[in-house]
């Protein structure tokens, strides 16, 4: 294991002591591992202190952790640092509301020790390489997010890391509805704008810093999303619609009168395929059967 990673800081949030005691004899080898009794000691640790990853137990007193990570999740400061659950729920829509709350990974108890090791592990890495990507130039002039550059850089290395951790995968391509027709009512300014509008709802629709979202085209946008699967990804594409139709921004060529996105989405709960190209292809299919049943919508298939 590297240096950096070997300096990496774990914070877990856990008010039982055995919990803690058996986390921490997993970790404190590799990890210099802190703890805090509950979610709101957790938010005040945070004030001062940016732990690398966060391991959240999901049932506390008080502020619980799905709470907790919310809370996380809305500051600037915080909004970015991994958090593993831990929980003791096998239920599908427990794991959504994980997703839900900004989770980036979650553990069953009782903990099994290589699985919690490896999946601190993985987030580690991927934070750490997250932060190294962003003080890189692939950063899109108009909208601030990610450019195509960074998809044909990171996608293939992306599906390779999942493959090897046997992890899930999700990607999606959502399209602006009619764009063509609001460039041609409004101009191109207003165009620029709404592209602007648009890339921030889609990228604060994700709260997982490992995720990505890419201007891959015009006004095609691409969103990466490691460790999500099925559930994850179905949760996060609808979501995008909501907040689009919540935001209602005029389109008078549109037959819903504001812009909408059309979506389609790709997932593999365990990777397979790793040509990035193909991840790309199939997600395209999904984009134009959104499309075909009326846009403003989500078509959703597993690789």
């Not at 703890?35 to 502020?63: A, H, K, T, W």
Request: hydrophobic content about 35%.
């Amino acid at each position: 294991m590297d240096k950096v990673t070997m300096r990496a800081n774990i914070l877990v949030v856990e008010d039982d002591e055995l919990n803690y005691l058996v986390i921490h004899k997993i970790l404190a080898s590799h990890y210099c591992v802190e703890r805090c009794i509950s979610g709101y000691d957790c938010l005040q640790f945070c004030e001062s202190n940016l732990p690398d990853v966060i391991l959240m137990d999901v049932e506390m007193p008080g502020l619980n952790g799905l709470d907790t990570c919310k809370a996380l999740k809305k500051s600037e400061a915080t909004k970015d640092i991994p958090v593993i659950f831990v929980t003791s729920h096998h239920e599908d829509h427990k794991q959504t509301e994980c997703w839900q709350a900004g989770g980036s990974d979650f553990v069953t108890k009782p903990v099994n020790a290589l699985t919690l090791f490896h999946r601190v592990d993985a987030q580690v890495k991927l934070q750490r390489h997250y932060a190294h990507l962003k003080s890189m130039a692939f950063i899109d002039g108009l909208t601030q997010v990610y450019n195509r550059h960074y998809l044909t850089s990171e996608l293939e290395k992306r599906l390779s890391y999942a493959k090897r951790n046997g992890t899930a995968f999700s990607l999606i391509i959502a399209d602006i509805d009619w764009f063509k027709n609001y460039n041609d009512f409004y101009g191109h300014l207003k165009g620029d704008e709404c592209l602007k509008q648009v890339a921030q709802l889609i990228e604060g629709n994700h709260s997982r810093g490992e995720d990505a979202v890419v201007r891959y085209g015009g006004e095609e946008f691409v969103c990466i999303m490691p460790q999500a699967g099925e559930h994850g990804l179905e949760t996060l594409a609808n979501k995008l619609i909501k907040r689009l139709e919540d935001a209602k921004i005029p389109h008078e060529r549109s037959p819903f009168g504001h812009v909408t996105l059309s979506i389609g989405g790709v997932y593999s709960d365990v990777v397979q395929e790793l040509d990035d190209q193909k991840w790309l292809q199939l997600a395209d299919e999904q984009l134009y059967l959104a499309k075909a049943r009326g846009r403003n919508c989500v078509s959703i298939k597993e690789l």
